[in-house]
């Protein structure tokens, strides 16, 4: 099929200049043709397809009227910018969507000029955006910019203040709102209500200056009220200004506009286009389009695995639990138990396994949009005042609110449980998402207890200890399937700062964090074929270190090996590395195993642990190394 669908319209785009020759039946004809492939590849490789499929009409009227690469358009989170990939010279390589070495998901200025600013996480654009205005008028340059957020993203707090900073600045650029009511969920927030009233409410669906020229029209008359509408301004423009809210910051609002109307998305842009000053244009969409599957089900199919075209079903079986689902369950189970528990996440409910906590408690749930650093000061206002708050945020995404987490949260040693998922390598998604900083964000705060679980079983043991805890606590456990463990036990309180043995050898030590503990104990099991005793210690304890267990393992053995999926700069082995330091036992030899000091690209997770030596072999060949003997 690769390259089968290169046809017709497409076929004659070999620059997204040559939009502008398109009748509008053609760019018609050429929106479906990009709606099939993307539904085809997402089908094929997973992917963001509803907030993809929403763009596409979008996307070529930003590309007809504005010259990329020389103006910039700038994606916010990234995640939609497919039909933008497919007009800019990538139809051929499509098919290798977020694939090892292939396409990312994401803008990638390495991947074209077309994509001006990498991006991966929310709210970012109009900030970024902002920068390259202010460079391009200190060059004397006249490009376009033009951020294109989604109604989601704009919940962020990055974006009010870039929106804040434009509006003073009243420099030109074009803000670009797509507005699909949904965040991955349905949007939350005033904000979410206010998009809301200024699509529903019909005396809204002017602009200004349709109004201004209707006024005209009326002789005598109109020129009259124009004036006077002058001078009353701001009462009249409460009355008939849709977008007040971005006027009142120093905004031109345009819209609201049917996103998927292309003749009105060409006007409506070239207006923008030739506007002084900042301008936010308002663009109505609808998320999923020409998919019914995800037009009916937007939140489950705005980031999917493969799946059947024909009903939209997963092409993936699964029957182990995710560690997002235990963690879900256990922490639903015990806010039956205890009343303060309280759940809060920063727009990925669902994502982070919440959903039956909402559905159960609605009133302990919150969702506060895509607002990590409200979130976490959020829940230590609430731990403050006697509750026990539960942030289940991805590892990537809490970077944003490390202030908060180390001086709202742990400065003043508030009970606050992060439940961090996502940690490790999460694959497809690429260097924006993997979760590969938080041992080393987390560890050196003050008070912090920091986590990792070897399986599913012992997420539910550390998420209980965590509870129990008097300060704030941290678990950390990956994307994905768990081992499949047995989940039938009372899962026990872990004492803090212990770890657990699980095997005992005289010749080398495996010290394991979280998810790589499976692979010290199958490369020990490997090594006792060879007559080689490897001690295998689940360190459980990111910090406080179990310094008893370790010193005195590092010492029986002489040798040690740290493995950890997360970079080796201030990570799990760096911290064993201080513990040596700390206890004058630099005589032992230490090797750390984890990703080396880079950003880690897209491809399969068994891809990435293959290229970054975290399988058993590796281990194996790195044990027999230190020992002397010859690896394989
Ligand atoms: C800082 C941050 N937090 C969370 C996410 C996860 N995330 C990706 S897309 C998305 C929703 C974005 O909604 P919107 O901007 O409206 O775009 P849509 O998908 O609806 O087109 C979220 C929460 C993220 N990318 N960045």
Redesign the pocket.
Known sequence: MEGETVSGIMQTITSPRDLSDLSLTEMKQLAREVRREIIYTVSKNGG?L??NL??VELTLALHRVFASPRDKLIW??G??SYAHKLLTKRWDKFHTLRQFEGLSGFPRPQESEHDTFGT????TSISAGLGMVLARDLEGEDYRVIPI??????T?GMAFEALNHAGHLKKNLIVVL???E???CP?VGGLASYFTRLRTDPMYYRSKDEIEHLLRKIPNIGHAVLRIMERIKDSLKYLVVPGMFFEELGFLYFGPVDGHDLKCLVDILKQAGSAKGPVLVHVITR?GKGYRPAEENADKF?STGPFNILDGKSAITKDVPTYTEVFGKTVTEEAAKNKKIVAIT???GR?TGLTEFSTRYPHRFFDVG?A?QHAVTMAAGMARSGYKPVVAI?ST?LQ?AYDQVLHDVCLQNLPVVFAIDRAGLVGDDGPTHHGLFDFAYLRTVPNMTLMAPKDEDELRGMLITALRHQGPCAVRYPRGAGRGVPLDREPPVIPVGRAEVLSEGRDITFIAAGNCVSLAERAAQTLASAAIGASVINARFIKPLDAECILHYGRLTGKVITVEEHVLPGGFGSAIFELFNEHNAGSIELARLGVPDCFVEHGSREQLRAKYGLTVEHLVNRALKMLGAPAD
């Open positions: 963001h509803a907030p929403g763009i916010d989170v995640h939609q991966g996480h929310a709210s957020i989604g109604d989601g993203a704009m962020g797509n507005d699909n949904m965040s991955i949007n998320k705005h920063a727009a990925m994502g895509i990590e991805y995404f944003r």
